[in-house]
């Protein structure tokens, strides 16, 4: 099932000249329960891309449509904290505080009902591998594996349809980015979310339903 698509989606910077486009005209379709990989060059747009995916910038041109509708006539605060969950390469994760205390801050900011956040937390470290023993361990006692692990279980804590990753691989070494791709395999295939990563690596590549590439 379609969840997200770009219509004719074209990037420009407000104080560049009117023909100098970053990408222009880009038509992508993302389905749940897929796996995309997005490419390109350095300075091809890749991150500029999610920037718009997640409703941080606003297309020059063209739509970005979630759920058939228009994001620029969406609440993007409710988008972003609901509908649509963000792993990046460098964790971004709080370390003052614990792993648990990173998933249930999440659960708190998206304002999601749930019960037993404690509870819910663990069952979602579990699913990513992690033992209830990781839970109470500050980040930085965690390795960059683990920290991925817990990044991906915080952008799973108010069960978002759509997982957008920013390099999510590209501080790990071959064995534990192996292993954070079936992560995300699972996750399309069993959870059917649709998963959408930014990458420089030919394995994440390997991995994905569809890889669209910008600035070919």
Known sequence: MEILKLE???YRYKDAPKDKYVFKN?????????????????????TTLLSLIT??????????????KDLKKMNLDRYRNTDIG???????LLPRFTAIENIILSMDVSKVKIKNKKQEALKLMKSVGLSEEHAN?????????????IAIARSLSYNPKIIIADEPTG?????????????????????????IIVTHSQSVCDAS???YELGK
Do not use: P, W
């Not at 963000?86 to 971004?92: D, E, G, L, P, T």
């Open 8 to 10: 004719n989606v074209s």
């Open 26 to 46: 880009i038509n992508f379709k993302f389905e749940q329960g897929k796996m995309y990989s997005i490419k390109g060059k350095s300075g091809s747009g890749k």
């Open 55 to 68: 409703g941080l910038e606003k297309c020059s041109e063209g739509k970005v449509l979630y759920d058939g």
């Open 86 to 92: 963000i792993v990046f390469q460098s964790y971004n």
């Open 137 to 149: 361990r500050r980040i930085l006692k965690l390795s960059g594996g683990e920290q991925q692990r």
């Open 171 to 195: 501080n790990l070494d071959k064995e534990t980015e192996g292993e954070i791709l079936k992560i995300f395999e699972h996750l399309a295939k069993d959870e059917n979310k649709c998963i």
């Open 209 to 211: 339903d569809y890889v």
